[in-house]
């Protein structure tokens, strides 16, 4: 049963469309999801790539998951990672740390192709400002539950018997989920809150069909079933309810207004630490914030 369906707001970039559908003024959270992008697929031209340039985040993890493409992540305390499909990049911000995300020079000469998600969580109570932290975590650590026709990567936290390595700061659950025509999946009904997202294919939720980059929220408790009338992908996603808000202002999140205001002035002023190898270019606080939690 579906509770609640969120539609996606289309950025285009140019070279590759950015669907959000977290945060959204009917709903911030699901699970500690509190923000979710899905972008591309894109493909471009020899000699372009992405650049996402030096920029910073408190009181939040980021979680990176590609389906096509290669990024090279940089962040303030040093990592230097590749990241490819199937393989996750959890970065916590903490008291606050930078990053830049940038196609991989190898690829510039070919022309990068890129697809895939990105997701914030907002920390919990007690370790909004833990000291930051990266850690990639490769595929062979992210078990794949196979069925007949179906096959379920577990990104963070436990499903049907299986747990993924990837630290979650709150209970949290994180799938790739991938059909053959006429297959279906149950998907576990243990956390809290739980949402789907279909990327490819066609497919339904108990009978509705799925429109591609919608967040379906799926009602509490309920046992749902994933059916797929054509070779499709899903991402599955949720966990614990947070029993305290948590506001969304640009790069930022936090239970406090107050610490929100904080972080900009200490990014306008510079006072965060710069990415060794990518310190000449960072992104400036906007004029206008348009990642914000309502109200």
Partial sequence: MIEQTLTPVTHDLGAFKVRRVLPARERTMVGPFIFVDEFGPAQ????????????PHINLATVTYLFDGAIQHKDSLGNDQRIEPGAINLMTAGKGIVHSERSPADTRRQGPSFYGMQTWLALPDGKEEVDPAFEHVPSGSLPLVE?????????MGTMWGATAATTCHSPTIYA??????????????????????VTAGEAEVDGQRLEHFTLYVLAPGHRATLKASSPSRAMLLGGEAFATRRHVYWNFVSSSKDRLQ???????KRRFPLVPGDEQEFIPFPEVVRTVSYP
Avoid at 44 to 55: K, L, N, S
Avoid at 149 to 155: E, F, K, P
């Fill in 44 to 55: 471009m031209a020899a000699g372009e790539g992405m650049d996402v340039r030096p920029h």
């Fill in 147 to 155: 069925g007949e026709g179906v096959s379920a990567r577990v990104l």
């Fill in 176 to 197: 790739d989920l991938l059909l053959d025509a006429g297959t279906s999946l149950a998907i576990d009904a243990e956390a809290d809150e739980r949402a789907i997202m």
């Fill in 262 to 268: 904080q972080a900009k002035e200490d990014w306008i």
